[in-house]
């Protein structure tokens, strides 16, 4: 079973990569925010759950996010691996992610990080925003306060993974199929 996290702040490129990739390495995709939505609509235990912090306006727990996780993996255990997406977001999600996937005989493989300049992720997500009609992609300030969210709370994951050799940065501008190309080398370097 090969593991891999897709890295990067928001505007790099992680879903149109992700896409290519789990084409490419027949791997299950495991997006937290689908994990989420689809719980919730089967009313779950963990749905329920997450419904109560929701109503609340709170973010949902790491324990409950992480059992979501692992109910995604014991129905898709003939994966030949996941490539997770969005998650995790912080050191702790991590080492719980880290626990997780040990109970399970298994790690994360490899972390590639999709690094993009500041002004590029600007610019990618007021054109995503053109044509998505999401709010959040159509105002400079909120865009440049995710970014600074992701450079305090997410980027520290790169140091983590850099200690345990799993973290492979990829530049994330150019053309996309030269950054698949150079997502797969990335890939089947781990993997060999």
């Given at each position: 079973?090969?593991?891999?996290?897709?890295?990067?702040?928001?505007?790099?490129?992680?879903?149109?990569?992700?896409?290519?990739?789990?084409?490419?390495?027949?791997?299950?995709?495991?997006?937290?925010?689908?994990?989420?939505?689809?719980?919730?609509?089967?009313?779950?235990?963990?749905?329920?759950?997450?419904?109560?912090?929701?109503?609340?306006?709170?973010?949902?727990?790491?324990?409950?996010?992480?059992?979501?996780?692992?109910?995604?993996?014991?129905?898709?255990?003939?994966?030949?691996?996941?490539?997770?997406?969005?998650f995790?977001?912080?050191?702790?999600?991590?080492?719980?992610?880290?626990?997780?996937?040990?109970?399970?005989?298994?790690?994360?493989?490899a972390?590639?990080?999709?690094?993009?300049?500041?002004?590029?992720?600007?610019?990618?997500?007021?054109?995503?925003?053109?044509?998505?009609?999401?709010?959040?992609?159509?105002?400079?300030?909120?865009?440049?306060?995710?970014?600074?969210?992701?450079?305090?709370?997410t980027?520290?994951?790169?140091?983590?993974?850099?200690?345990?050799?799993?973290?492979?940065g990829?530049?994330?501008?150019?053309?996309?199929?030269?950054?698949?190309?150079?997502?797969?080398?990335?890939?089947?370097?781990?993997?060999?």
């Amino acid at each position: 079973m090969f593991n891999l996290i897709l890295f990067g702040p928001p505007g790099a490129g992680k879903g149109t990569q992700s896409e290519r990739l789990i084409a490419q390495y027949q791997l299950a995709h495991i997006s937290t925010g689908d994990l989420l939505r689809a719980e919730r609509k089967a009313g779950t235990e963990l749905g329920e759950q997450a419904n109560e912090y929701i109503a609340k306006g709170e973010l949902v727990p790491d324990a409950v996010v992480i059992g979501m996780v692992r109910n995604y993996i014991v129905d898709h255990r003939e994966a030949s691996g996941f490539i997770f997406d969005g998650f995790p977001r912080t050191v702790a999600q991590a080492e719980a992610l880290d626990s997780m996937l040990h109970e399970f005989d298994a790690r994360i493989d490899a972390v590639l990080g999709l690094e993009v300049e500041e002004d590029e992720l600007v610019k990618r997500l007021l054109l995503r925003g053109q044509s998505s009609g999401r709010a959040d992609d159509q105002d400079e300030a909120t865009i440049r306060n995710r970014f600074q969210e992701y450079m305090n709370k997410t980027l520290p994951l790169q140091s983590f993974y850099s200690e345990q050799n799993k973290y492979h940065g990829v530049e994330g501008m150019g053309e996309i199929e030269s950054i698949f190309d150079s997502l797969c080398q990335q890939i089947d370097r781990v993997r060999s």
